[in-house]
């Protein structure tokens, strides 16, 4: 368990180290490069978080579950007025995602995604005999999900809907729902994305350029025409740190969503295998935690979090590559983005906290579900 949370912890160290040096490469020829202040000041609230998650017991959620759920309706009234056009909202390129104050902006959307995660590994560990029945194990989990869901919908920000929705079925599989309540659910959910994507023209016209990058490498596939030269320019050893030139406006929000390239083309092949490595890192230590967790809550806390970096970096990587449309994601650890790399860094402190409690060195996390299947059958 130690060598896990060492090996994880050098990961993260790792990536976040390279996103702030990635940062300041990014910054040539910028006009307004304010993230060169604002993300270390950024990166310092995060590993304070980190060293505040690591050290509070993370069963005290359990302990006090009125705190969680305190916390848990914080999150969606932050939701809701982030969608309300109030003094503190703020809107970009149609989108209400962020609230404002003063210097500072946050995506109360980044807090929800730990905040569902949470809750339901709290509800699924309170419930855990009730999981495979249809009411307690899918209906309820279901409308908690789906509140959070409607509300990053409405932002709107279907990225992360499309994530939390993954994290959050793999959680409710792993805590022991039924297959035959789960698989509708997912269908019908599938079917409503895709007629939402097919009528409305923004999303559809990603979903086209993806599909169509030269013909629409001058529009709306821009950005992932020129990441792709920008990854096939570095090479192996890549043109030198500071000397890439897609960063020069060549790829719209080079510093946020689209790191990855600028990564590819500075520091080559070499870097960006290192970085896929170094998240399979981070998957693979945060599953032998959940693996060994030393109660259920820790478990299924600590596979979600798993499964909501993974996801995250995997979407993100995709998207740069040309492997998925244009999601809006950013990289963990490496994008600018105060909210996600506090979010993120405060993530990693959870993992560690439910690592330094471990106790079995050979608990199954599937032993749950298997077990209760057993005893309702």
């Known amino acids: 368990m130690r060598s896990a949370a060492v090996t994880l912890f050098f990961s993260v160290a790792a990536l976040t180290a390279l996103g702030m040096v990635m940062l300041v490469s990014a910054s040539t020829g910028a006009k307004e490069a304010n993230y060169l202040v604002m993300q270390p000041i950024w990166c310092a ?39 309300l056009p109030t003094p503190i ?5 149609g989108a209400s995602r962020w609230l404002k104050f003063g210097m500072f902006t946050m995506q ?14 709290l509800y699924a560990d309170r419930y855990q005999r009730w999981m495979p029945t249809f009411w307690r194990g899918m209906v309820i989990p279901g ?27 793999m959680m409710l599989l792993i805590a022991g729902i039924r297959w035959r309540f789960f698989l509708p659910p997912v269908v019908l959910g599938t079917i409503a994305l895709g007629i939402f994507l097919w009528n409305n023209p923004m999303r559809s016209e990603r979903i086209y350029s993806w599909l169509h990058v030269e013909e629409t490498k001058l529009g709306k596939g821009l950005q992932t025409y ?13 043109v030198g740190l500071g000397d890439g030139r897609q960063k020069l406006g060549f790829i719209p929000e080079h510093h946020t969503d689209f790191i990855f390239s600028v990564i590819g083309e500075e520091l080559g092949l ?12 981070v998957v693979g230590c945060g599953l032998y ?29 995709g998207v740069v590559t040309g492997s998925l449309p244009n999601k809006g994601i950013s990289l963990p650890f490496l994008s600018y983005g105060g909210s996600n790399l506090v979010v993120m860094l405060a993530s990693v402190g959870v993992l560690m906290n439910v690592a330094r409690h471990g106790l079995e060195p050979n608990r199954n996390p599937f032993a749950l579900a298997q077990g209760v299947s057993a005893e309702m059958a």
């Not at 017991?57 to 969608?83: G, Q, S």
């Not at 020129?226 to 890549?238: I, N």
């Open 45 to 83: 609230i995060g590993l304070a978080a980190c060293w505040g998650a690591a050290i509070l017991d993370y069963r005290i959620f359990k302990r006090l579950p009125w705190l969680t759920w305190t916390l848990f309706f914080v999150v969606l009234v932050l939701l809701v007025v982030v969608i």
């Open 289 to 317: 935690i959940a693996w060994h967790a030393a109660d259920t809550f820790g478990m299924l806390l600590a596979a979600g979090i798993t499964f909501l970096i993974g996801l995250q970096a995997v979407i993100n990587i």
């Open 270 to 281: 070499i870097a960006t295998i290192g970085i896929i490595l170094a998240f399979a890192l």
């Open 108 to 121: 109360p959307s980044e807090l929800a995604k730990l905040g569902l995660v949470t809750v339901l590994a």
């Open 89 to 93: 909202s703020l809107r970009v390129k």
């Open 143 to 169: 409308l908690i999900v789906a509140a959070v869901l409607a509300l990053l919908f409405k932002e709107p920000d279907v990225g992360t809907v499309i994530l939390l929705a993954a994290v959050s079925g």
């Open 226 to 238: 020129q990441a792709m030269v920008a990854l096939g320019s570095g090479g192996v050893s890549g």
